[in-house]
């Protein structure tokens, strides 16, 4: 594994004894993400994670009776999430598999979806995997980080775009888009911790959805 991943999942726990309490804390972060994945796709659907990390995600999902399969190019990770979901009892499954060629996973999914993966890519390089997952899954899903990032860790190689401009590069890979959301409330300044003290939830949330807010995402449906 390259040291620079070993090193993030390393700072989230991944690797330790105690790697639940990061995972009850990455799932309480998503949980608007988890909610718009219900909207659009019901229990037993299958859903595909690209750049599934250690595979809270996939555990998570498959208790509430998705079939989901979690992919990623690193050995180490795949091994990991499958011996976590183990102790779980989880019912997710995980393979080493590359995001650029998913010919061997093609129209088997309900729903294919990328949590902080392809913003490591330049705009052309992500229109090409969300045309490969598209391939695999009737809705796509792509989360990335916004600019306020910065507060929270930094930004080193990350692409950041706006709601808009990620829908830009949903349309471009050949989908219509469905839905465009944000989440992930802000407390770093004095500003952002008014505006969540003061503003009221379905304001902060129309703010979150136009980008004010740790995450956005977009929802493609393939033509």
């Given at each position: ?70 992919i990623d190019n690193e050995p180490t990770l795949v091994e990991l ?81 706006t709601v808009d401009e990620l829908a830009a590069i949903v349309r ?52």
């Amino acid at each position: 594994m390259a040291d620079r991943w070993r090193e993030y999942f390393d700072s989230y726990g991944a690797f330790n004894s105690d790697w639940l309490k990061s995972a009850v804390a990455h799932w309480g972060f998503h949980e608007v993400l988890y909610g718009m994945i219900q909207r659009y796709c019901q229990p037993t659907s299958r859903l595909l994670d690209v750049g599934c990390g250690p595979g809270w995600s996939d555990m998570y999902l498959s208790s509430l009776g998705y079939k989901v399969v979690g992919i990623d190019n690193e050995p180490t990770l795949v091994e990991l999430a499958g011996q976590q979901a183990a102790r779980l009892g989880a019912t997710a499954e995980f393979q080493v598999a590359d995001a650029f060629d998913l010919s061997g996973l093609e129209g088997q999914f309900d729903l294919a979806f990328s949590c902080g993966v392809l913003e490591h890519f330049d705009r052309e390089v992500t229109v090409q995997l969300l045309k490969e997952q598209a391939k695999c899954a009737k809705y796509v899903l792509i989360q990335i980080p916004t600019k306020y990032t910065a507060y929270a860790g930094g930004i080193t190689d990350e692409r950041i775009y706006t709601v808009d401009e990620l829908a830009a590069i949903v349309r471009d890979s050949g989908m219509d888009v469905v839905a465009k959301f944000g989440y992930g409330d802000l407390g770093a300044t004095q500003v952002h911790a008014a505006s969540r003290r003061f503003l009221p939830r379905a304001a902060l949330r129309f703010l979150q959805n136009r980008g004010y807010a740790y995450c956005i995402a977009v929802i493609g449906k393939s033509r």
